[in-house]
């Protein structure tokens, strides 16, 4: 088991170092100078050459990255605060610290400032989703599961397909138009303003029933067909022959054992809901991680761009972690391998 987890902690830190070089190399080689995006549009060629030189942007890519990197691990200053370079950016924290992302040029502060906020509110979101859809995937994938090719079967397939389906922006406009124009018992939108028309947990009713309906009808079907192979076994079969409670044979034999392959879609998912929930974001205004992304590449925010870029590899890493842990306590013969 110590061996596994070493292996696991090892590709873990490798994965990172290539993930953050990779996204360094897109964002620093797309099309434009990364003085003039630093800048903005307005600067002169005079001023975007001065911050060339002074940035070194002609070194080879792998110095420049080294460069990126000792800023973001806290072993050197960022050098964008240089006063003589006159862009007057500050940062209270200093200029010399672990997770300095550098500053935004959209929004004249310090990166780690926006994403700390942003990434925040979207673990909000994620979390709210996950508490409902984690207990509805595993009720409806379950009696799917166990009454396979029954009415109730049928009529959950139905659901889980016609909500699989529909987009999440389409869903949500049938919500608003249905909760917020007809009814008028929610807000169209969710900015998460304290002190306004609408409380704070009414703001998140429809972006969180949008998330919900869309990830619970693609993890229920998981759940319902790996239920559906399990009680199929041999030794289920066995179970209920020599005359086992039908409770313990679907909770304690088949269930654990069910959950192996749907436990990484749900990690999945997670990872989508934190990061990638785009559409939804924008939708109903609401400010996360992923909608602050969509504004980066539109601007032209390097520095955003690249540190909500890397914390969605974190992320997608970290799940991928506690998946492969949560398959030692689900299967006990992974700790031996």
């Known amino acids: 088991m110590p061996l596994y987890l070493l292996r696991q902690f090892s590709a873990v830190a490798f994965t990172l170092v290539a993930a953050s070089f990779i996204i360094f190399l897109l964002v620093e080689a797309s099309p434009g100078n990364v003085a003039r995006k630093t800048l ?185 067909t790996s239920i559906n192979e399990v009680m199929a076994t041999d030794y289920i079969r066995t179970a209920i022959l020599k005359g086992l409670p039908w409770r313990r044979v679907v909770f304690v034999h088949a269930f654990r054992n069910a959950m192996i392959a749907p436990f990484t879609v749900i990690l999945l998912q997670i990872n989508w809901l934190i990061s990638g929930v785009v559409v939804t974001e924008v939708v109903f205004a609401y400010p996360g991680i992923g909608r602050l992304l969509l504004e980066a590449a539109l601007f032209g925010d390097i520095a955003l761009i690249e540190a909500a870029a890397l914390i969605a590899v974190c992320i997608a890493i970290s799940t991928q972690l506690i998946g492969d842990l949560g398959y030692m306590i689900l299967n006990p013969r992974i700790r031996f391998t």
């Open 40 to 224: 903005g549009p307005f600067a002169t060629d005079a001023q975007v050459a001065i911050l060339y030189d002074r940035l070194n942007l002609g070194d080879p890519i792998l110095v420049r990255y080294g460069r990126w990197a000792s800023v973001l691990l806290g072993l050197n200053a960022d050098p964008l605060a240089d006063p003589e370079l006159g862009l007057n950016f500050e940062d209270p924290r200093g200029h010399k610290y672990f997770g300095n992302f550098g500053f935004s040029t959209m929004m004249k502060v310090p990166v780690a400032d926006v994403i700390g906020e942003r990434l925040v509110n979207s673990l909000w979101l994620a979390g709210l989703a996950v508490c409902c859809i984690i207990p509805l995937s595993l009720v409806i994938g379950t009696l799917g599961g166990l009454f396979a090719g029954r009415p109730i079967d049928r009529g959950l397939t139905v659901f889980s397909s016609v909500a699989a389906s529909v987009p999440e922006f389409a869903s949500a406009v049938i919500l608003m138009s249905i909760f917020v124009i007809w009814l008028g018992w929610l807000p169209g939108t969710s900015p998460l303003q304290r002190g306004g028309t609408w409380p704070i947990y009414l703001q998140y009713v429809l972006p969180v029933t949008v998330l919900t309906l869309y990830v619970t009808a693609y993890v229920s079907r998981f759940i319902r």
